[in-house]
């Protein structure tokens, strides 16, 4: 079957470091996105991982481990504007080429 | 210039109603997709379109029909209306299997 699980909430203070888990199981694996969605608002892109390891973007660091399933999004300096929710989405391959997504972990962060 | 476009932004409509939900976008993308978010925040994949053609049809309801005339649009159509519809709805829009880019979602609210 095809599982990703996430934290459903988290807190987090202002200028602090979060990191927020996903382990996956998938038939067949291409990738790792991580997006970002805030309260009513369409989720947008972060980052996608493909090989092991880490990928730096600005504040946001994507980590990705395929043979354990499991990826990490990594967040810095934060601010309020982090307040979102992030979702996790793997592309998996079955009968179909498809993109699976998490149900998401819902950020606070307080001053 | 907005990327990917949906109308309506608000829907709201009695039980048994027939309506439409129109996508746009001028990215130059080649795969579409509809998303169904419910009250959980839970992104669900309906439907996805690559030139025109369907690909993925997800264990959808048959009163949900969508139509692409074209590769920048892909409207979906919603027959019988059911409480349990009611959702936010995202059109999004990618190359093959990249980062995909979100419409702003149209709220459906069946009364």
């Known amino acids: 079957g095809q599982n990703i699980d996430q934290p459903t909430e988290m807190t987090a203070t202002e200028g602090a470091i979060v990191q927020i888990n996903c382990t996956y199981q998938?038939?067949?694996?291409?990738?790792l996105f991580w997006y970002q969605q805030h309260a009513g608002e369409a989720p947008t892109f972060l980052s996608y991982?493909?090989?092991?390891g880490l990928e730096e973007k600005g504040r946001f660091s994507s980590f990705l481990s395929r043979s354990k399933g499991y990826s990490y999004l990594l967040l810095k300096e934060l601010q309020m504007k982090d307040s979102a929710s992030y979702l996790c989405a793997v592309w998996a391959y079955s009968s179909a080429s498809k993109i699976i997504f998490g149900s998401g972990t819902r950020l606070s962060i307080r001053p | 210039d907005t990327a990917v476009s949906q109308t309506p932004k608000y829907l709201v409509t009695q039980m048994g109603n027939d309506k439409s939900i129109k996508c746009e976008q001028n990215?130059?993308?080649?795969?579409m997709y509809w998303y169904k978010q419910d009250s959980k925040k839970f992104l669900k994949i309906m439907f996805s379109?690559?030139?025109?053609?369907?690909?993925i049809n997800e264990t959808v309801p048959n009163r949900f029909s969508p139509k692409s005339p074209d590769k920048a649009h892909l409207n979906l159509h919603i027959n019988s209306l059911e409480l349990g519809d009611s959702a936010v709805y995202f059109c999004?829009?990618?190359?093959?299997?990249?980062?995909?880019?979100f419409g702003p979602g149209t709220r459906l609210t069946v009364l």
């Open positions: 991982n493909v090989l092991d």
């Open positions: 998938t038939s067949g694996f291409n990738g």
């Open positions: 990215l130059g993308h080649d795969t």
């Open positions: 999004a829009s990618s190359r093959v299997h990249n980062e995909q880019f």
């Open positions: 379109y690559n030139n025109k053609e369907l690909i």
